[in-house]
């Protein structure tokens, strides 16, 4: 199985949801090849948010050799679900995705957690320390059910 997680920058949330993701998927045994992008082109080849390491590190992952890259339409072909942080993200990769699009694939993120409402996760680039540390807790939630939904299958 393969996951994209998309935010905006790839520098605050979608790495973290990579790093968080891919750390559930290898503790529970599954073969999940997890990576992320943005939909903006503004960090590419970027480290992730120093606020997003930290938090990450913090909780045993490390994302520290993670560099931004923008989400292409290539990747509706490559990945089987693509979880995006919130509405705008959705539109914009509908959006890039083009003739590609396939609407089966991509979901909010925390509709894992609170399915239909699409939720966003909210973007903590502008945010204290804490934003970050909420940003994970919702993250870390919503991949706990999607590792569950793995194993149920």
């Not at 920058?9 to 559930?24: D, F, H, K, V, Y």
């Not at 529970?28 to 120093?50: F, M, W």
């Not at 989400?71 to 679900?81: C, N």
């Not at 694939?105 to 903590?124: A, S």
Request: one cysteine or more.
């Amino acid at each position: 199985m393969r996951v994209l997680m998309v935010c905006l920058g790839n520098i605050c949330r979608s790495p973290l949801a990579e790093g968080i993701l891919r750390q559930q998927a290898e503790k529970a045994g599954l073969d999940i090849v997890v990576d992320s992008a943005g939909t903006a082109g503004y960090h590419i080849g970027e480290p992730p948010h120093v606020l997003s390491r930290k938090v990450a590190r913090m909780n045993g992952i490390d994302i520290d050799t993670h560099k931004g890259r923008q989400f292409r339409k290539e990747d509706m072909d490559h990945y089987d679900r693509i979880y995006v942080m919130d509405s705008e993200n959705y539109n914009d990769v509908r959006r890039a995705a083009g003739n590609k699009w396939d609407p089966a694939k991509v979901d909010l993120l925390l509709n894992e957690l609170y399915p239909g409402e699409n939720r966003g996760v909210p973007d903590p680039w502008y945010g204290e320390e804490d934003a970050y540390h909420a940003v994970f807790d919702m993250i870390d939630k919503a991949s706990r059910n999607i590792i569950h939904k793995v194993q149920q299958k």
